[in-house]
């Protein structure tokens, strides 16, 4: 056994090696962040989310051992007023292995930690499917199933903890297994030791684990045979036929599939017949079906009937339940509770046939044989009351007083759940959804339970074991998203704590564990009969072929996301050198604390062991949200305030760092590029600028504030703009205009035309709202977006187009809100003549803000003249519209980022460095307002250092409708290029109507460059 099991580690660790390709190349320099990454971000500097997060907590033990902070404490997260703020201590005791692996360094530890989540995988599914079936060869088959499964090897590489150490649920099943069969204590105990510690470590493995477990232990008991002796004498009646027990299951399943789909449909006001009413009939058919067999077992177990009269018999009772059919009566009356009445009935009808036949042929009772089950049963309750008690105060703890603390919405779990057909998805980028099976595993796995149907089934009690729960396992994953069958639903709200878990997918690896155990039993029934055929060649090389086919169906030609470690910044240096003792780093933006992006700050800590009020957790806090997150929210946007500063010093603030990175500095927190923030910040009274190396800028937090500082009066050339079709509405209707902005956007990717036409997206609408006199009511026909602005000087440019109508006539009123419409900034109305008759133009509000404001713009239409609206261009006052300079360090960019040259027109330019930023857009914008004409825009360009290459580096654009529409564009090789001076590229356009101008500069990689700014002039 022990060489198969070292073939079992082996595998996984090939397996491993390629499901994380092209990790090992970077093995010891970046970690994985996603299975499947955006194009293009493939491999990017420090990537924010789940992986750093689990990285954090893997390095936190090591510096609890050798660090500054005590064991198992946190003392760099959180920390507010009274100092840290709980958030629990996760991933210990596994975070043992990720010290014991620091030899590797640090990145080199955590990619230890990934391709040994794949050895123990497949080990422990190995050891248990060699305890179910006594076949080495075939356990082969579900440990590799176990290891490559799509949703564990997807989170594995995202960071999640789950994936890591979801191989203790096999773990634990074996020991609980062995020591069923061995009567052993020690193997019980490790069963429950697994439940135990995992329960350390991640609470909804925990719980997973512990609903598996429990349902194992009590179908291993109670459908299994444990009783050797005083076994009763079995019925000698003629066997009866299979056929109509089968059809009985079949039409009962079928009444129930019907009855709920009708149920729901009826409900939803759905057709009756649609795809969709698969899913139920499907589902109730295959309970029906494990149900059936369940009862087959118990009965058999406790009667004088064998397994399979026992079978044949119950069958035939399901035919009690194809009443339920006659619920179509309400679709043509409606009866009042038709429904619990056929419920009621039918479950009576059936309870009562069952209980007739266990009375016709009861035996007397027999015990189980306690010897046998007394250790796993002791073992596992001692491991679930280690489990139950420490959660329990986790719960009470940290759960109850954060934002999670009344459980997940069912709203929220179905954001995660996945559909019914991502069962069969082989490649599906949303993690959440990737619960792939494989076809190749559920053959298997049917031909597993296809002796069930046989007259004389070995160990039938197995087989159905096995199957009810990968069914379970194969149902709960699709949570509440499987229609007309309401198992989720009635566990989340009856059974205690399910609401707490919001990704339903995780309960596939239960299914994935018991399918494996059911395709290596098939084969291994398969291997014996092809041995007593004489072809024991055959019965050796099937199972390898097998292995080669599962590892085909689950291989993924694309390469997983790496981060790249950005280890030796300037700024964590000074962080570790300058802040004072007992004062904490603020990290900006700040964000709630369960946003992956604050993972960024905890690598941050990584780098430099000083605390922070930055924290990130999926049960931050209410406190923190309330006290901490909302009063700092404006100083996101560059706004320091007496009232903010005094809330530093509260907070014992020494050090501020700010991030000008795309991937942490959202589009959720400004309407404007991170640039107009920072240079805020670092005119603030209240910030004393220390250093700034890469997208990391450091700040001293100032005692007294400096007097003669103006940041109000710094803006960024960059607008902001609101298409008609991302603004709510209450009146009009959405049309499709090519003459105006946004049309493109509506369009499919790619060089897709229909006569010469663009194709429009599925459900694109329209890039315009319409409203018409006599149709539409007077309302609002656009509102919103809700976005923070900061203070300053506006001018708010509103698209429109109107219909004729008398001079004077008021044919809509424009306006700048905030508080939902309480509170009227700016406003003006709109009178027939402003605007040439059916030609589009911009109207223009001017309106001013004091601090950071949420802002809403709203077109209301009186409903006296045809009206359209096309987008709120939104940018301040001071900035000119047209052609003119701007520079490529004030504009939105993906990747690279600014630094200083003295060559460069404001002495600062755009870096872009050759293999570490990926090929993505180092400026875009400013959506300058141009109307028709001709132009030519000059970007001015540079190598940062000499290169031989002649490959491409970049691509220059101008275009319109957010890049969608090119208007204009070239490509420039190296060899263009100089590295003492800047040179001009010119790029002449012509803009079809009045719209949105964006320069915008791809990086291709190959070579460093310096993007200076772009010139646009009349052409």
């Known amino acids: 056994m022990r060489r198969f099991a070292l073939i079992a580690m082996i595998l996984s660790l090939l397996a491993g090696g390629v499901a994380t390709w092209p990790l090992t190349p970077d093995f010891f320099s970046a970690i994985p962040y996603a299975k499947t990454p955006i194009p293009d971000y493939e491999r990017v500097p420090l990537m924010p989310g789940d992986h750093l997060q689990t990285y954090y907590w893997f ?42 692996l620091l030899f590797l360094g640090q990145a080199g530890a955590y990619n230890g930690l990934v391709m040994l989540s794949y050895i123990l995988g497949g080990l422990a599914a190995f050891l248990l499917a060699k305890a179910w079936t006594k076949d080495n060869l075939t356990a082969l088959i579900a440990g590799l199933v176990f290891a490559m499964a799509p949703f564990r090897s997807a989170h594995v590489v995202s960071g999640h903890l789950f994936a890591f150490v979801i191989f203790l649920l096999p773990l634990c099943l074996f020991f609980l297994e062995r020591s069923l069969q061995k009567s052993s204590w020690w193997r019980g105990l490790a069963g429950g030791a697994c439940l135990a510690a995992v329960s350390l470590m991640e609470g909804h493995v925990a719980y997973l684990m512990t609903l598996t477990v429990g349902a194992f232990l009590a179908g291993r008991i109670l459908l299994c045979e444990n009783a050797p002796e005083n076994k009763p004498a079995r019925d000698q009646e003629p066997d009866l036929p299979l056929a ?29 017949f649609q795809f969709r009413m698969l899913e139920p009939l499907t589902a109730w058919v295959l309970a029906a079906f494990f149900f059936w067999m369940i009862l087959s077992c118990l009965i058999a177990r406790f009667s004088r009937l064998d397994f399979a009269r026992a079978r044949n018999l119950i069958g035939r009772q399901f035919f009690c339940l194809s009443p339920l059919v006659i619920y179509a009566l309400q679709y043509g ?101 990737l619960v792939y099976l494989g076809f190749v595993l559920i053959v298997l ?68 564990v018991f399918l494996g155990l059911l395709a290596a039993g098939s084969l291994s029934g398969l291997r014996a009969w092809l041995d007593h055929k004489g072809r024991s060649k055959v019965a050796l090389m099937l199972p390898i072929l097998v292995l080669a086919l599962i590892g085909l169906e689950y291989y993924s030609p694309k390469p997983v996301g790496l981060a790249l470690f950005n280890a030796d910044n300037k700024v964590y240096a000074r962080i570790s050198q300058e802040l004072p003792e007992n004062k ?28 922070m009020v930055n924290g990130y957790s999926p049960v931050v806090a209410k406190e923190y949200v309330e006290k901490v997150f909302w009063p700092l929210f404006g100083a996101d946007l560059g706004e320091i305030t007496q009232q903010r ?105 790619g060089p897709l035309f229909k006569e010469g036409k663009l194709i429009p997206k599925p459900g694109a609408g329209g890039n315009i709202t319409s409203a018409r006199p006599g149709r539409d009511k007077p309302d609002f026909m656009a509102f919103g977006p809700f976005r923070a602005f900061p203070g300053g000087e506006y001018a708010a440019r509103f698209r429109l187009k109107a219909g004729p109508a008398s001079p004077g006539v008021e044919i809509a009123r424009l306006e700048v809100v905030t508080d939902k419409g309480q509170t009227i900034i700016a406003q003006r109305p709109l009178v027939a003549g402003e605007l040439p008759a059916d030609t589009w133009g911009d109207v223009i509000l001017p309106f001013e803000l004091k601090s950071v404001t949420d802002l809403e713009f709203r077109v209301f239409y009186t409903g006296r003249a045809a009206l359209d609206f096309n987008l709120v261009n939104v940018g301040f006052a001071d900035q000119k519209q047209g052609p003119r300079q701007v520079e490529a360090e004030d504009l939105l960019r993906q990747t690279a980022w600014v630094v200083s040259d003295p060559k460069a027109s404001k002495g600062e330019a755009v870096l872009a460095k050759n293999n570490f930023h990926p090929p993505l857009y180092v400026s875009h914008g400013p959506y300058f307002i141009f109307e028709e004409g001709k132009f030519k825009a000059d970007f001015y360009l540079r190598l940062a250092e000499k290169t031989q290459t002649d490959a491409e580096v970049l691509l220059l654009q101008v275009a319109t409708d957010m890049g969608k529409r090119v208007l204009a564009q070239k490509k420039i090789k190296a060899s263009d290029l100089a590295e003492d001076k800047y040179l001009p590229f010119t790029l002449e356009f012509e803009t079809p109507f009045l719209c949105e101008v964006d320069f915008r500069v791809k990086y291709q990689g190959n070579a460093s460059v310096l993007v200076d700014k772009v010139v646009a002039a009349e052409g």
């Open 645 to 749: 500063a005094e809330l530093l010093k509260r907070l014992k603030v020494g050090l501020v760092t700010f991030h000008d990175d795309a991937l942490i500095y959202s589009g959720k927190i400004s309407a404007f590029p991170p640039r107009l923030a920072e240079k805020r910040l670092a005119a603030s009274p209240w910030l004393e600028p220390l250093e700034k190396d890469g997208v990391i800028s450091l700040f001293r937090v100032r005692e007294d504030p400096l007097p003669g500082k103006d940041p109000d009066s710094i803006t960024s050339p960059v607008n902001t703009v609101w298409y008609a079709r991302n603004l709510p509405l209450n009146t009009g209707r959405r049309v499709l205009d090519p003459d105006a902005s946004g049309y493109n956007l509506l369009m499919r990717e």
């Open 584 to 611: 904490v780093v603020l990290e900006l933006p700040v964000w709630p604390g369960d946003s992956h992006q604050s993972s960024a700050y905890e690598y941050t800590v990584t780098r430099t062991q000083k605390p």
């Open 59 to 100: 390095w936190l033990f090591s510096d609890n051992l050798t660090g500054d902070s005590a064991l198992l404490t946190n003392p760099y997260e959180f920390n507010a007023f009274d100092g840290p703020m709980s958030a629990g201590y996760a991933n210990f005791p596994f975070s043992i292995l990720y010290w014991v």
């Open 333 to 433: 009356m409606d009866v009042p509770y038709l429904g619990p009445v056929l419920l009621g009935v039918t479950g009576v009808g059936f309870t009562a046939s069952l209980v007739r036949i266990v009375l016709a042929h009861r035996a007397r009772p027999t015990g189980f044989d306690l010897k046998a089950v007394l250790p796993a049963l002791i073992g596992f309750g001692a491991g679930l009351a280690v489990a139950a008690s420490y959660l329990m105060h986790v719960r009470a703890s940290i759960f109850v007083p954060s934002i999670a603390g009344k459980g997940r919405s069912l709203h929220e779990v179905l954001l995660y759940a996945p559909n019914s057909w991502d069962l069969f998805q082989r490649l599906n980028p949303d993690n959440e959804r």
């Open 244 to 272: 109509p027990a089968l059809a009985g299951v079949i039409a009962g399943g079928l009444s129930l599939g019907l009855f709920f789909w009708m149920a729901v449909s009826r409900k939803a006001g759905w057709s009756f």
């Open 445 to 512: 796995a049917l031909a597993g339970l296809a002796p069930l149907l046989s007259n004389k089934p070995k160990k039938p009690g197995k087989l159905v074991l096995a199957g009810s729960l990968a069914f379970l396992g194969s149902v709960l994953c699709l949570g509440p998203n499987l229609t007309g069958f309401p198992l989720y639903k009635l566990l989340y709200n009856y059974f205690p704590f399910f609401k707490y878990p919001r990704v339903p997918g995780r309960y596939v690896m239960v299914a994935f």
